[in-house]
Structure formats: structure tokens, C-alpha cells
């Protein structure tokens, strides 16, 4: 069956730097466009960071812009977000998910990894 299994999450000062990672497995991972979310206490789920099959288009949030960087290694299955200048607000619950190319909505998503950002 399908996985993707969340990693690197932490405790992490404001202004620190903090890289999570997602591998997938059961899959066709060069078939699926990626993304990260994320989950604060008494919010709603929102994306964070989405990227393309090949890697070629990305998103961001408004929030993140210029502080996250998303990436993707098709060998290894594996997606990445490497969050620097962190901020207290990034606190929450990440979620890895995959999107089929031609799907409209995600198909599967991880369990999730906390992020915790000190002041």
C-alpha cells in the first residue's frame, strides 16, 4: 500500500533552521505532484508548499515565501522542505501528500511530524 512517512521535525528557536523529509513508498513517486501542509492548534489544514512532478513548478504560501524551500528527489522517492528564519507561527503538525498528475485533489497523505518553534 501506499506510505509516505514524515521525518525531522522538532523543537527549533525562532531564526533557526529545520529540514523535513518525506519519503514515499507504493508508489510511482515521479507520477505524483507533492506538497506540504501543515495543521495549527484550533486551525484548519493549509498548504504550505507544493511541487511539480519533475520539480519544475513550485508553490508557496505567502507566509513561507522566501524563508522555505521545496525540493524533490525523484531517485530516492523523497520530498523535502527546508524551513529557515523559522517563526513562531510555523508551529503545527506538517503533513506530507502526494497528488496523482491528473488528479484534483491529494490522494494520500503521511501521519504528520511537529514542528515546534520557540520565541
Known amino acids: 500500500q501506499v506510505q509516505l512517512v514524515e521525518s525531522g521535525g522538532g523543537l527549533v528557536q525562532a531564526g533557526g533552521s529545520l529540514r523535513l523529509s518525506c519519503v514515499a513508498s507504493?508508489?510511482?513517486?515521479?507520477?505524483?505532484?507533492m506538497g506540504w501542509f501543515r495543521q495549527a492548534p484550533g486551525k484548519e489544514r493549509a498548504p504550505v508548499a507544493t511541487?511539480?512532478?519533475?520539480?519544475?513548478?513550485?508553490y508557496y504560501a505567502d507566509s513561507v515565501k522566501g524563508r522555505f524551500t521545496i525540493s524533490r528527489d525523484n531517485a530516492k522517492n523523497t520530498v523535502y522542505l527546508q524551513m529557515d528564519s523559522v517563526k513562531p507561527d510555523d508551529t503545527a503538525v506538517y503533513y506530507c501528500a502526494a497528488r496523482a498528475i491528473q488528479a484534483s485533489q491529494y490522494n494520500y497523505w503521511g501521519q504528520g511530524t511537529q514542528v515546534t518553534v520557540s520565541s
Open positions: 511541487i511539480g512532478w519533475s520539480g519544475a513548478y513550485e
Open positions: 507504493g508508489l510511482t513517486f515521479s507520477g505524483y505532484n
